[in-house]
């Protein structure tokens, strides 16, 4: 059974960071395309990260573009996401995503911000900024 357990939100001021964690099991870590997303309120669920596993090939959305960070550990099985510089309007609940089967880095950064390439989802961390 494949698990993904986001940790790491919280409350921060502007230009704040944050370092956001997803912790898989169950899932083949190596090689796969996994993805960060948010959802604010009132709004759609948005792509934010993506990041190929196996070769560290990443995309980002324009908005958080030189100031999120996808990255993995792979001894732990982990996700980061790292926020900086952060904005009132990334005040959001942030999801982790793992795509099912195995493809390449340029598929993932092509099709890592699309909600339909994952299968795999965590329940989500509460990001708030204060002004």
């Known amino acids: 059974q494949v698990q993904l357990v986001e940790s790491g939100g919280g409350s921060v001021q502007t230009g704040g960071s944050l370092r956001l964690s997803c912790v898989t099991s169950?899932?083949?870590?190596?090689?796969?395309?996994m993805g960060w997303f948010r959802q604010a309120p009132g709004k759609e669920r948005e792509g934010v990260a993506a990041?190929?596993?196996?070769?560290?090939?990443?995309s980002y959305a324009e908005s958080v573009k030189g100031r999120f960070t996808i990255s993995k550990e792979t001894d732990k099985n982990t996700l980061y996401l790292q926020l900086t510089s952060v904005k009132p309007e990334d005040t959001a609940m942030y999801y982790c995503?793992?795509?099912?089967?195995?493809?390449?880095?340029?598929?993932?950064?092509?099709?890592?911000?699309?909600?339909?390439?994952?299968?795999?989802w965590g329940q989500g961390t509460q990001v708030t900024v204060s002004s």
């Open positions: 169950g899932y083949n870590y190596s090689s796969s395309c």
């Open positions: 995503a793992a795509a099912l089967g195995l493809f390449g880095g340029r598929w993932c950064a092509t099709n890592g911000l699309f909600q339909n390439t994952f299968t795999y």
């Open positions: 990041l190929y596993t196996g070769a560290g090939i990443t």
